[in-house]
């Protein structure tokens, strides 16, 4: 079961661009890359997710090497709104009879004005 | 849709007492997650379903919990008796399968256990 490591807390100022690296290194092949968001008194909401290279919606950007090691989260000009808690899960969703994707402790983003 | 339904949203029991959560995922949805959530320990997976079936529980912390999805619409987590340990913020989610699909989550049931 692949194991990610993020930072625990980062700050930032409104209409900076914030970008969130997780090292996973034991990724496996049929692995992908979720990010989830996470505001408080909710629960954690998709954001994106990724297997190689680079992915873009509306919310957000993932930036993955080639070698799949790490990955980046950006979310382009951040409002005092994008004050989350933001998770990196690493795996399959259960497919091959591991755990699905497994929450760690996540980084918590707070954006000031 | 009205998206993953939970109830109660706030609960607050005394030791000992039987508590029932309850879950209505997505329809269509196949994968059902229970989830824990405390300040110290995270997000903890508690047991997920796969078309009704228990697939894995080993997040279960004890033989007080127990989980049952008696058809596609419907799931229940008990704890029996509860403890004051058990307090915490316990989510619900559903995906359409358990491969790289995204889980919705339910807005929580917050639980205190005097």
């Known amino acids: 079961l692949a194991k990610t490591t993020q930072p625990i807390s980062m700050d930032s100022y409104e209409g900076q661009e914030v970008n969130i690296t997780c090292s996973h290194n034991?990724?496996?092949?049929?692995?992908?890359i979720t990010w989830y968001q996470q505001f408080p008194s909710q629960g954690p909401r998709f954001i994106i997710q990724?297997?190689?290279t680079k992915v873009t919606n509306e919310v957000a950007s993932l930036f993955i090497p080639a070698d799949r090691k790490s990955s980046t989260l950006s979310l382009p000009r951040v409002s005092l709104s994008d004050t989350a808690v933001y998770y990196c899960?690493?795996?399959?969703?259960?497919?091959?009879?591991?755990?699905?994707?497994?929450f760690g402790k996540g980084t918590r983003l707070s954006v000031i004005a | 849709d009205a998206g993953v339904i939970q109830s109660p949203r706030h609960e607050v029991t005394e030791m000992g007492q039987e508590v029932t959560l309850r879950c209505k995922p997505i329809?269509?949805?196949?994968?059902l997650f229970w989830y824990r959530q405390t300040m110290m320990r995270g997000l903890e997976l508690l047991i997920y379903?796969?078309?009704?079936?228990?697939?894995?529980d080993s997040g279960m912390p004890e033989d007080r919990f127990s989980a049952k999805m008696p058809n596609a619409s419907f799931s229940t987590l008990k704890i029996q008796p509860s403890e004051p340990r058990d307090s915490a913020v316990y989510f619900c989610?559903?995906?359409?399968?358990?491969?790289?699909?995204?889980?919705?989550f339910g807005p929580g049931t917050r639980l205190l256990v005097l």
């Open positions: 034991n990724i496996a092949t049929n692995d992908y």
């Open positions: 379903f796969n078309n009704n079936v228990p697939i894995d």
């Open positions: 329809s269509g949805h196949n994968s």
């Open positions: 899960l690493v795996g399959d969703g259960g497919y091959s009879g591991n755990t699905p994707l497994v």
């Open positions: 989610a559903s995906s359409s399968s358990l491969y790289q699909e995204t889980q919705y």
């Open positions: 990724g297997y190689k």
